[in-house]
């Protein structure tokens, strides 16, 4: 049987995790603490067992989001052994990891400081992986002698164009569309 505590760093888990899909999926600008109570099934006394406030709930359900999205990313390109697989693999995963969250989450991202620095601190190191990638690739021969630094700024540009929401706003490619587009467009213009 396991004991009381166990219970209950299960129980904040499934909270945590649930609380992270309700927030892909519908934003969070709009819940105040009740309602997000409500749609978890729980009392606002276990909420604050996970955060202090709505604001610090959010940031906590964001970095959450992110954390467990690197893993599976770094999972996927750990299959993968020629360059070009591994960058199609990190941007594809990506994608895929991006494409649960809704419009509404990446707006409020957008309009809420500490979301917005959290995708921003994680978009970049995204990008410097990538360079890892791309700087392998082109010491290896796999991809064709391009100026590393110059191919990193602009996918480190690109993201960022992503992750800031321009991308969306002028192509209307929603973020995981958008990576999805990156990783073809890579792959196809580095390969040797």
Same mark, same amino acid.
């Given at each position: 049987? !396991?004991?009381?505590?166990?219970?209950?760093?299960?129980? #904040?888990?499934?909270?945590?995790?649930?609380?992270?899909?309700?927030?892909?999926?519908?934003?969070?600008?709009?819940? /105040?603490?009740?309602?997000?109570?409500?749609?978890?099934?729980?009392?606002?006394? /276990?909420?604050?067992?996970?955060?202090?406030?709505?604001?610090?709930?959010?940031?906590?359900?964001?970095? #959450?989001?992110?954390?467990?999205?690197?893993?599976?990313?770094?999972?996927?390109?750990?299959?993968?052994?020629?360059? !070009?697989?591994?960058?199609?693999?990190?941007?594809? !995963?990506?994608?895929?990891?991006?494409?649960? !969250?809704?419009?509404? $989450? $990446?707006?409020?991202?957008?309009?809420?400081?500490?979301?917005?620095?959290?995708?921003?601190?994680? /978009?970049?190191?995204?990008?410097?992986?990538?360079?890892?990638?791309?700087?392998?690739?082109?010491?290896?021969?796999?991809?064709?002698?391009?100026?590393?630094? $110059?191919?990193?700024?602009?996918?480190?540009?690109?993201?960022?164009?992503?992750?800031?929401?321009?991308?969306?706003?002028?192509?209307?490619?929603?973020?995981?569309?958008?990576?999805?587009?990156?990783? /073809?467009?890579?792959?196809?213009?580095?390969?040797?």
């Amino acid at each position: 049987m !396991a004991s009381p505590v166990r219970r209950g760093a299960a129980r #904040r888990d499934e909270l945590a995790d649930a609380l992270v899909e309700l927030v892909l999926a519908e934003g969070f600008a709009g819940f /105040t603490l009740d309602d997000v109570a409500a749609r978890l099934r729980c009392s606002k006394r /276990t909420l604050y067992g996970l955060a202090g406030s709505k604001e610090q709930l959010v940031t906590a359900a964001v970095v #959450r989001f992110f954390r467990a999205a690197t893993d599976r990313v770094e999972a996927a390109v750990a299959t993968r052994s020629a360059p !070009a697989d591994r960058l199609a693999a990190y941007l594809r !995963a990506v994608s895929a990891e991006l494409a649960p !969250a809704s419009a509404a $989450f $990446f707006e409020d991202v957008a309009s809420f400081a500490p979301a917005a620095d959290i995708y921003q601190r994680n /978009t970049r190191a995204a990008a410097r992986r990538v360079r890892e990638i791309i700087t392998e690739g082109v010491e290896s021969g796999a991809f064709r002698d391009v100026h590393v630094a $110059f191919a990193a700024e602009v996918v480190a540009s690109t993201m960022e164009a992503i992750q800031q929401r321009r991308i969306a706003a002028t192509t209307g490619l929603d973020d995981a569309e958008a990576y999805e587009q990156l990783a /073809t467009l890579l792959v196809r213009g580095l390969r040797s």
